[in-house]
């Protein structure tokens, strides 16, 4: 086939007319995706947060205009095939609606983001037919990395990075005591945290990674094969950052190795990295020019299937018309399960031979948003003193849900983690619960933490146990009213005494404090 360079012409007979009836078809999906957005504006403020507020997914505002160019790239491609609605395709957007609607009433965002994507795909899928949606699988399939997705890897990466660099140090004759992600080489102290555990790496080394692969080979089995050297040589990676960086503070100066960390060992390092695997890959790279002789395999495909205007824009309307229905489904369901009543929450009656102390533990508390009241009070029985804080949900909604990835036990600042937090059970007569077990260090000193969520009136540990019971609540038009029970003693060199401080004050007080988060419920007639 010939093809005009500089017009972009394509002399075959037909072709014009295939070109042409681009134009309609291209107007109603570019309209269609455009009200889509606007009436799910919510949903993708929700990515653009994540993408501004975290560095681990601010690649996400390169996305869509990388599937932009990409579909772009595949201009000439696609006036070769003439767009075919999907008449039944309207139904298929009942799925990823629902799915949405699930994740909207669960207060899960990361639902939604990906039910908001999946849409935009299928509404090309529809309105532009299989052939389109063949040629671009890929750049359609590649908004997906748009979904700030895979936080919950972190804690395996923390782990990973700290086992390479343990035992990378061992290996090279550096003594190390280790404990989990903390451990100790010759006078200094060494933790890996999440912003050192090289998940943000990993995710931007996967996005760009794919897009080589795709860009630089044609078979399937050759973009696979890269995109699994990426995730390897990038776990490689992150393990050599955090060695380098205590071998620095080992040999030469701790000074030099948070500035080496910040300055070099960093994305300087990343681009290293990424350069490394262009270099692999570049071994076993494929000819991806357009084949011009393979354009006549797809010329003119699906030409003689006369589509007309009205029916391409009812078909249109009706996509619309089920996506929009969610929204409102949605805003229904919250409505009904929210209350407008103010709820009070009493300090719990000391019992048991506790007294309460009008002397802090400490001035920290945690790092909670969105709960409705607050209740903080110090306890005290033969000289050990319990911080306590309840705070508490009288319904879970979205931004203000007890279960969020903003609410944490302790935030950047003087406060910070001695260890990963870890679940512990709680054992005495007639009591058998677990809580999450976190101890915190500041300056001046240390802190042990127990907490745990209530929810009316169940001690839930899971996370998707408890969204799965604010999905059930809201369904059934109830609310669900929540709190988070903290308690904290002084740690200091006495991890035993204040282990069993903790387990001791639970046994005699837990039931004063049930019956006070009990009676806020039945403010809103939640309990009977």
Same mark, same amino acid.
């Given at each position: 086939?010939?093809?005009?360079?500089?017009?972009?012409?394509?002399?075959?007979p037909?072709?014009?007319?295939?070109t042409?009836?681009?134009? /309609?078809?291209?107007?109603?999906?570019?309209? #269609? &995706?455009?009200?889509?957005?606007?009436?799910?504006h919510?949903?993708?403020?929700?990515m653009?947060?994540?993408?501004?507020?975290?560095?681990?997914?601010?690649?996400?505002?390169?996305? /869509?205009?990388?599937?932009a160019?990409?579909?772009?790239?595949?201009?000439?491609e696609?006036?070769m095939?003439q767009?075919?609605?999907?008449?039944?395709?309207?139904?298929?957007?009942?799925?990823p609606?629902?799915?949405?609607l699930?994740?909207?009433?669960?207060?899960?965002?990361?639902i939604?983001?990906?039910?908001?994507? #999946?849409?935009i795909?299928?509404?090309?899928?529809?309105?532009?037919?299989w052939? &389109?949606v063949?040629?671009l699988a890929?750049p359609?399939? /590649?908004?997906?990395?748009a979904?700030?997705f895979?936080?919950?890897?972190?804690?395996?990466?923390?782990?990973?990075?700290?086992?390479?660099?343990?035992?990378?140090?061992?290996?090279?004759?550096?003594?190390?005591?280790?404990?989990g992600?903390?451990?100790?080489?010759?006078?200094?102290?060494?933790?890996?945290?999440?912003?050192?555990?090289?998940?943000?790496?990993?995710?931007?080394?996967?996005?760009?990674?794919t897009?080589?692969?795709y860009?630089?080979?044609?078979?399937?089995?050759?973009?696979l094969?890269f995109?699994?050297?990426?995730?390897?040589v990038?776990?490689? #990676?992150?393990g050599?950052? &955090?060695?380098?960086?205590?071998?620095?503070?080992h040999?030469?100066?701790?000074?030099y190795?948070?500035?080496?960390?910040?300055?070099f060992?960093?994305?300087?390092f990343f681009?290293?990295?990424?350069?490394l695997?262009?270099?692999?890959?570049?071994?076993?790279?494929?000819?991806?020019?357009?084949?011009?002789?393979g354009?006549?395999a797809?010329?003119?495909?699906?030409?003689g299937?006369?589509?007309?205007?009205?029916?391409w824009?009812?078909?249109?309307a009706?996509?619309?018309?089920?996506?929009?229905?969610w929204?409102?489904?949605?805003?229904?369901?919250?409505a009904?399960?929210?209350?407008?009543?103010?709820?009070?929450?009493?300090?719990?009656?000391?019992?048991?031979?506790?007294?309460l102390?009008p002397?802090?533990?400490?001035?920290?508390?945690?790092?909670y948003?969105?709960?409705?009241?607050e209740?903080? =009070?110090?306890?005290?029985?033969?000289?050990r003193?319990?911080?306590v804080?309840?705070?508490?949900?009288?319904?879970?909604?979205?931004? #203000?849900?007890?279960v969020?990835?903003?609410?944490r036990i302790?935030k950047?600042?003087?406060?910070?983690?001695?260890?990963?937090?870890?679940q512990?059970?709680?054992?005495?007569p007639?009591?058998?619960?677990?809580?999450?077990?976190?101890?915190?260090y500041?300056?001046k000193?240390?802190?042990?933490?127990y907490n745990?969520n209530?929810?009316?009136?169940?001690?839930?540990?899971s996370?998707y146990?408890?969204k799965?019971?604010?999905?059930?609540?809201?369904?059934?038009?109830?609310?669900?009213?929540?709190?988070?029970?903290?308690?904290?003693?002084?740690?200091?060199?006495?991890?035993? &005494?204040?282990?069993?401080?903790? =387990?001791?004050?639970i046994?005699?007080?837990?039931?004063?404090?049930?019956?006070?988060?009990?009676e806020?419920?039945?403010?809103n007639?939640?309990?009977e």
């Amino acid at each position: 086939m010939i093809r005009n360079s500089e017009t972009g012409s394509n002399n075959i007979p037909g072709a014009e007319d295939v070109t042409a009836s681009w134009r /309609f078809p291209a107007a109603i999906a570019l309209l #269609a &995706v455009s009200i889509f957005i606007a009436i799910y504006h919510a949903t993708a403020w929700s990515m653009i947060t994540v993408w501004a507020e975290s560095d681990t997914f601010a690649h996400g505002f390169l996305i /869509f205009p990388i599937s932009a160019f990409l579909v772009w790239r595949k201009r000439h491609e696609l006036t070769m095939v003439q767009p075919v609605p999907v008449r039944y395709g309207p139904a298929v957007l009942v799925i990823p609606g629902l799915c949405w609607l699930l994740g909207y009433v669960s207060d899960i965002q990361v639902i939604q983001q990906f039910c908001f994507v #999946a849409t935009i795909i299928l509404l090309v899928w529809i309105l532009l037919g299989w052939k &389109v949606v063949k040629l671009l699988a890929f750049p359609l399939a /590649f908004l997906l990395f748009a979904v700030p997705f895979g936080k919950f890897l972190v804690p395996s990466m923390i782990d990973f990075s700290a086992s390479f660099a343990i035992g990378a140090l061992r290996l090279t004759g550096v003594p190390v005591y280790a404990d989990g992600a903390s451990f100790s080489t010759p006078g200094t102290n060494w933790k890996v945290v999440e912003v050192c555990s090289g998940m943000r790496y990993l995710i931007a080394a996967l996005v760009v990674g794919t897009l080589y692969a795709y860009m630089n080979y044609q078979s399937l089995k050759r973009r696979l094969l890269f995109v699994l050297i990426t995730i390897v040589v990038t776990l490689f #990676a992150s393990g050599m950052r &955090v060695y380098i960086i205590v071998m620095l503070g080992h040999f030469v100066d701790m000074r030099y190795a948070k500035g080496f960390d910040h300055l070099f060992i960093g994305w300087v390092f990343f681009g290293v990295v990424v350069l490394l695997l262009f270099w692999i890959g570049s071994f076993w790279r494929e000819d991806t020019g357009e084949d011009r002789a393979g354009y006549a395999a797809v010329t003119l495909a699906g030409q003689g299937q006369t589509v007309r205007k009205p029916e391409w824009a009812m078909i249109g309307a009706f996509s619309l018309l089920v996506i929009a229905v969610w929204p409102v489904l949605g805003s229904w369901v919250q409505a009904r399960a929210e209350s407008d009543m103010d709820v009070s929450l009493q300090v719990p009656a000391a019992s048991a031979g506790w007294s309460l102390s009008p002397d802090l533990v400490d001035d920290w508390k945690p790092h909670y948003t969105g709960y409705d009241v607050e209740v903080s =009070q110090t306890y005290q029985k033969d000289g050990r003193r319990i911080g306590v804080y309840l705070l508490y949900y009288k319904a879970q909604r979205q931004g #203000a849900e007890l279960v969020n990835s903003r609410n944490r036990i302790v935030k950047s600042g003087k406060w910070r983690k001695v260890a990963d937090t870890e679940q512990k059970p709680v054992r005495a007569p007639g009591l058998a619960i677990d809580v999450m077990k976190t101890k915190l260090y500041s300056a001046k000193r240390e802190l042990l933490v127990y907490n745990w969520n209530w929810f009316d009136g169940q001690y839930i540990f899971s996370p998707y146990m408890a969204k799965l019971m604010e999905l059930k609540s809201k369904l059934l038009g109830r609310q669900l009213p929540g709190a988070a029970i903290v308690i904290f003693t002084d740690y200091r060199e006495e991890g035993e &005494v204040a282990e069993q401080a903790l =387990q001791s004050f639970i046994a005699d007080m837990l039931p004063a404090i049930e019956y006070e988060l009990n009676e806020a419920a039945n403010q809103n007639g939640q309990l009977e």
